[in-house]
């Protein structure tokens, strides 16, 4: 089992930043690809940001490339979404998710955190 633990969400204004970390912890061999999800109400859960915790590599969702950046830590097992010039649109739940292979779909991804509101205010 592994177990994720997300922090980091809140309130900010248009155009501000925020810094979301995700820690996994328990079976952490099975962690190497580590990505965040979000979920606005009444919208599918979607894809905005992926690492190989190996390599280094990362993916974007379109929507954020340029504003949004993520990190790890491999020595925590953390990982960190960096959100810059924000947008009332980037308001949702974020959740980070973890598996073995970096993929972009939600239904890949069996292990979830409990998820952190974000909202950003117009």
């Known amino acids: 089992q592994v177990q994720l633990v997300e922090s980091g969400g809140g309130l900010v204004q248009t155009g501000g930043s925020l810094r979301l970390s995700c820690t996994a912890s328990g079976r952490t061999l099975a962690t190497n690809a580590m990505a965040w999800f979000r979920q606005a109400p009444g919208k599918e859960r979607a894809f905005v940001a992926a690492i190989n915790r190996s390599s280094g590599s990362t993916s974007y969702a379109e929507s954020v490339k340029g504003r949004f950046s993520i990190s790890r830590d491999n020595a925590k097992i953390t990982v960190y979404l960096q959100m810059n010039s924000l947008k009332p649109e980037d308001t949702a739940v974020y959740y980070c998710?973890?598996?073995?292979?970096?993929?972009?779909?939600?239904?890949?991804?069996?292990?979830w955190g409990q998820g952190t509101q974000v909202t950003v205010s117009s």
């Open positions: 998710a973890t598996r073995v292979l970096v993929s972009t779909s939600p239904r890949d991804y069996v292990y």
